[in-house]
């Protein structure tokens, strides 16, 4: 029986994909974002473990709020694909009745060996969208903010651009760090190079997070850096929007 390493869920999510979402939140992830705001779901091997059984006794509940609402499930994290043995199992069983399959990655764990890639095509045969988070543009930027460089997870934007798969670009703008405009106009360029955007999110840096940084005594070297302006945040979003302009 295949079971994953759950973090949380929340039964009425609205920002994590059309309409209203279940959200289940996988525990484990290779990211280490300096401005993350469930560091409590990093640590692989922690969180409960539950079966495709049990989270679809749960889901089936809310089905009449998805039909309603056009909604669906959302698996986050964490980071998913380091589970996708449960999401594949998931995602089927959630077809089965109609159920709208999301999954929101940063791509850490993609490459293309030969047994993660068929995997990840089996996965992709169930799956509506992915909510793609892409951190920063510029490969060393990225190490300095996340821990890791950038390369396979832009790979991981091609791959699912070369296979038509649904793709919303998620980009959270951190004053100082991800919100300078040469670095947002680089973006722009990369997701012109994909064919499966349908929509780009800008998502404001926020502090909402800092007291799971302190309750799991870890430094938080974001403190001093405020949540972007209003006119900061409609910046990016015209400069990245212009991806999409035909």
Request: with cysteine.
């Amino acid at each position: 029986m295949v079971t994953g390493r759950i973090h949380s869920v929340e039964t009425f999510g609205a920002v994590d994909g059309p309409g209203l979402r279940y959200i289940v939140f996988t525990q484990g992830c290779l990211l280490r974002c300096q401005f993350c705001h469930n560091p409590d779901t990093w640590k692989i091997g922690n969180g409960k473990e539950m079966t495709v059984h049990e989270i679809m006794n749960d889901v089936l509940d809310y089905l009449p709020f998805f039909e309603a609402s056009g909604g669906g499930i959302t698996v986050s994290g964490g980071e998913p694909l380091l589970q996708i043995d449960f999401l594949i199992e998931l995602f089927k069983e959630c077809k089965k009745h109609g159920i709208h399959t999301t999954i929101d990655s940063s791509g850490g764990p993609f490459n293309r060996r030969p047994q993660f890639i068929e995997k990840l095509d089996e996965l992709l045969q169930y799956t509506d969208l992915i909510l793609l988070d892409l951190k920063h543009i510029d490969s060393e930027k990225h190490k300095n903010l996340t821990g890791m460089t950038n390369e396979h997870i832009l790979d991981f934007a091609h791959y699912l651009s070369e296979n038509n798969v649904p793709v919303w670009i998620r980009h959270v703008l951190v004053p100082t760090i991800s919100d300078f405009d040469s670095d947002l106009i680089r973006l722009a360029d990369f997701i012109k190079t994909l064919n499966n955007v349908e929509k780009i999110e800008v998502l404001p840096y926020h502090k909402l997070g800092v007291y799971k940084w302190e309750n799991l005594g870890l430094e938080y070297k974001l403190k001093d850096v405020e949540p972007p302006s209003n006119e900061r945040v409609e910046n990016a979003k015209r400069i990245l929007n212009s991806a999409l302009v035909n």
